[in-house]
């Protein structure tokens, strides 16, 4: 399967723990997203990579949230002292400059 | 402001019937638009793309859609759905693709 591939598909954490999700692009592809996803929204954009550089965070992106990728290929995303509000699908997605995006299957994020 | 608007969050058609979906967009650059389709858990697969050119566009799935820049619209179509295309159906513009603004989307029931 050469898609866009995340882990893990569904986590389910306590109030305050930290987590981190990874994402794997399509491998040819040098740009990477993520986005955010809650219940009956679509999707917000969080932020990009063109390679190993970030180059826009999001508003959305508190200081909590940090996202990496350190070579220029897989990413992660991780979320410090999970709060409720961070409950959401989080989608990791890759593109060639100037093509369309693909998006993985997302990872799941619950916090009770 | 960038925006997507569709306006209808849910639609219910019967097998075999011609389906529309609305799009309206507000965007300063000229835009690239996309259709992207999600089933329940997962993430989301592109429909079609329109980036220039024929404002007509062909996708996967027997879908297609339809550029009018005078009314800022990317209208979805399907001359007759099937029942395993029930999915929630989310419009999105970026510009130089690689930051997209999603709809709130759409949740299509198909009738057998």
Same mark, same amino acid.
């Given at each position: 399967?050469?898609?866009?591939?995340?882990?893990?598909?569904?986590?389910?954490?306590?109030?305050?723990?930290?987590?981190?999700?990874?994402?794997?692009?399509?491998?040819?592809?040098?740009?990477?997203?993520?986005?955010?996803?809650?219940?009956?929204?679509?999707?917000?954009?969080?932020?990009?990579?063109?390679?190993?550089?970030?180059?826009?965070?999001?508003?959305?992106? @508190?200081?909590?949230? @940090?996202?990496?990728?350190?070579?220029?290929?897989?990413?992660?995303?991780?979320?410090?002292?999970?709060?409720?509000?961070? @409950?959401?699908?989080?989608?990791?997605?890759?593109?060639?400059?100037?093509?369309?995006?693909?998006?993985?299957?997302?990872?799941?994020?619950?916090?009770? | 402001?960038?925006?997507?608007?569709?306006?209808?969050?849910?639609?219910?058609?019967?097998?075999?019937?011609?389906?529309?979906?609305?799009?309206?967009?507000?965007?300063?650059?000229?835009?690239?638009?996309?259709?992207?389709?999600?089933?329940?858990?997962?993430?989301?697969?592109?429909?079609?793309?329109?980036?220039?050119?024929?404002?007509?566009?062909?996708?996967?799935?027997?879908?297609?859609?339809?550029?009018?820049?005078?009314?800022?619209?990317?209208?979805?179509?399907?001359?007759?759905?099937?029942?395993?295309?029930?999915?929630?159906?989310?419009?999105?513009?970026?510009?130089?693709?690689?930051?997209?603004?999603?709809?709130?989307?759409?949740?299509?029931?198909?009738?057998?």
């Amino acid at each position: 399967d050469t898609g866009v591939s995340q882990n893990p598909r569904h986590k389910i954490t306590k109030r305050g723990q930290n987590v981190t999700f990874r994402c794997d692009p399509i491998s040819e592809h040098n740009r990477l997203y993520w986005y955010r996803q809650t219940l009956g929204q679509g999707p917000e954009f969080l932020t990009y990579f063109q390679n190993e550089a970030q180059l826009e965070k999001s508003r959305l992106l @508190s200081d909590r949230f @940090s996202a990496e990728r350190p070579k220029g290929s897989f990413s992660t995303l991780e979320i410090q002292r999970t709060e409720q509000g961070d @409950s959401a699908m989080y989608l990791c997605a890759s593109s060639r400059d100037r093509g369309e995006a693909f998006f993985g299957q997302g990872t799941r994020l619950t916090v009770v | 402001a960038q925006s997507v608007t569709q306006p209808d969050i849910h639609i219910t058609v019967s097998e075999g019937a011609s389906l529309e979906l609305r799009c309206n967009y507000s965007y300063g650059a000229t835009p690239y638009l996309f259709w992207y389709v999600q089933s329940p858990g997962q993430g989301l697969q592109l429909l079609l793309k329109y980036f220039s050119g024929d404002t007509l566009v062909q996708g996967i799935k027997g879908f297609e859609a339809e550029f009018k820049r005078s009314q800022s619209s990317f209208n979805l179509r399907k001359p007759s759905v099937h029942w395993s295309d029930a999915a929630e159906y989310f419009c999105a513009v970026g510009s130089g693709t690689y930051k997209y603004i999603f709809g709130t989307g759409t949740r299509l029931k198909v009738l057998a």
